[in-house]
């Protein structure tokens, strides 16, 4: 199996932990070095990509919906019909609501300037930290059960794709207040401390910091 991305993506990220907690061995290659393959597989050069054999698709949900398909244990998506209506209203939260707040800092303050060589827009970056990131944090802080897990009280897909997307917004200069919230922040730390999310992290912050100098003047 082939990932094709950079686990800076918090897409890549979700779908690199779901497959390492169902036990799947895979590499991950650049979009760059992935050639044709990775054209066939993401038509509109959008990560994460993703190739079995012959098997070509793009998508971090769709990749995990087939990787949840082909191997049913453990149980990260729940069966049962409410618990897995949550599940993908959280992975919704995470992937469209989390990830566009975060995704703006991201991008304003860290690809742009050293990935682009050009200044990103730090309004925008500010103003998302400060008016769009209180929001979903307020709602994160209102539904954590006493469990520590988003669904059925235990470790879910809910909880990588809601702890993905705060990841990238801690690496954009914006970790959760453990002050102003207390529960969002336990959780997301709870959930980033997993093996498979903490060996991502500490490879990030390094590239991350082997960055820092690319920043225009």
């Known amino acids: 199996m ?9 897409f890549v990220r979700k779908t690199m932990v779901f497959a390492t907690e169902k036990g799947f061995e895979f590499e991950l ?7 044709e ?12 990509g993703f190739k079995d054999g012959d098997f070509l698709i793009s998508d971090s949900t769709a990749i995990i919906t087939y990787l949840d398909a082909i191997k049913s244990e453990p ?14 209203w959280y992975e919704e939260y ?14 304003n303050r860290i690809v742009s300037p050293r990935f682009f060589g050009r200044p990103g827009d730090l309004a925008a970056a500010d103003e998302a930290q400060k008016t769009a990131f209180p929001k979903v944090a307020d709602y994160l802080e209102s539904v954590i059960p006493a469990s520590g897990y ?17 990841a990238t917004a801690s690496h ?16 997301i730390e709870s959930i980033l401390a997993r093996p498979a999310f903490a060996k991502l992290i500490v490879q ?11 920043e225009p003047a």
């Not at 290659?29 to 050639?35: E, I, L, R």
């Not at 393959?37 to 994460?48: D, E, I, L, V």
């Not at 988003?150 to 705060?166: G, K, M, N, Q």
Request: overall charge positive; glycine content about 8%; charged content about 15%.
């Open 29 to 35: 290659v650049a979009p760059q070095a992935g050639g």
């Open 172 to 187: 954009a200069g914006c970790p959760l207040n453990p002050s102003t919230h207390p529960k969002a922040y336990g959780y």
């Open 150 to 166: 988003l669904v059925e009280d235990r470790f879910t897909l809910a909880d990588i794709a809601v702890a993905s997307p705060f």
């Open 2 to 10: 082939i990932i094709y991305g950079n686990s800076l993506s918090p």
């Open 37 to 48: 393959a990775f054209k066939q597989a993401s038509p509109f050069g959008k990560m994460p």
């Open 94 to 107: 995470g992937d469209t609501i989390v990830a566009a707040c975060s995704g703006t800092m991201f991008f």
């Open 75 to 88: 149980n990260l998506i729940p069966t049962e019909p409410k618990a897995r209506a949550r599940t993908i």
């Open 204 to 214: 990030e912050t390094q590239a991350l910091a082997a960055t820092a100098q690319r």
